[in-house]
């Protein structure tokens, strides 16, 4: 006689221990190695009931992409939400501290763009909270970056806020981030209000295009290639000479 399937009781899981993150994260991929999603999820959701940041990220993420579940944008914003209200409680080279801000830059986005699913419209405020918040507090990269798109697509763009937008994607693109570095190089080659360095700017939008996802590829390879076929032949050379420091081949 086979015995039968008992279903998953995580409070018995984790009984009689402190329940920790790695305690959690190692039953999660225990359970996803032997193909049990509804296990791992429901691991997570224990510990998220529980107040750990790092699993209500994680199911935010999860929902967010389809990861082991159905894609569901609403579910994804309550969890990162969970996240993001505390983020005045945690310290700086925590775990949390990256979960809070990540959560903050993925509310931001859905703030930005409406989560229909949830009943939520685009609100540029709230999404420009989010996006301060976690590029002046956490400096986050990603924010930084979100922050100076609102800067330059939402404005006026007169010379303060392209001088804002021009000091976040610095800080965003020195901190490695290939849409920073493509859009600062941008602003650098067009000069409009930024002292214009053409074989600089084109150099940088160059080292973007050679590092950027898939999902970049497009606008960056686009910036790009107007930039080159409206810089001379001497910024040309010069510029894939630099690109090529840039890329650490020289």
Avoid: C
């Avoid at 991929?29 to 529980?50: D, I």
């Avoid at 990256?98 to 509310?107: C, E, I, K, P």
């Avoid at 409406?114 to 002046?136: C, K, S």
């Avoid at 409206?230 to 020289?250: C, H, N, P, Y």
């Amino acid at each position: 006689m086979v015995a039968p399937a008992h279903a998953f009781d995580p409070a018995k899981v984790f009984e009689g221990e402190k329940l920790s993150w790695k305690k959690v994260f190692s039953v999660f991929k225990s359970a996803r190695k032997e193909g049990n999603e509804e296990e791992a999820v429901g691991a997570l959701k224990f510990a998220a009931e529980q107040g750990s940041h790092a699993a209500q990220w994680k199911l935010g993420r999860m929902y967010q992409t389809g990861d082991g579940v159905e894609k569901d944008p609403a579910a994804a914003f309550v969890f990162f939400k969970q996240v993001a209200d505390g983020y005045s409680d945690v310290r700086p080279g925590t775990p949390d501290w990256q979960f809070t801000a990540d959560s903050m830059v993925a509310l931001g986005r859905y703030y930005r763009d409406g989560v229909p699913e949830a009943g939520i419209r685009p609100n540029t405020d709230e999404a420009q909270v989010m996006f301060t918040t976690a590029a002046t507090y956490f400096d986050h990269p990603a924010a930084q970056f979100e922050l100076a798109r609102m800067y330059l697509d939402d404005g006026d763009n007169e010379r303060m806020e392209v001088l804002q937008a021009a000091r976040m994607l610095k800080s965003a693109s020195d901190a490695g981030h290939v849409g920073a570095e493509a859009l600062l190089g941008h602003l650098i080659f067009e000069g409009e209000f930024l002292r214009r360095d053409a074989v600089r700017g084109l150099a940088m939008m160059m080292d973007a295009l050679r590092r950027a996802s898939a999902a970049d590829h497009k606008w960056i390879s686009a910036y790009q290639e107007e930039a080159f076929a409206l810089a001379s032949e001497d910024e040309r050379r010069a510029a894939i000479a630099a690109a090529k420091v840039l890329a650490g081949d020289q």
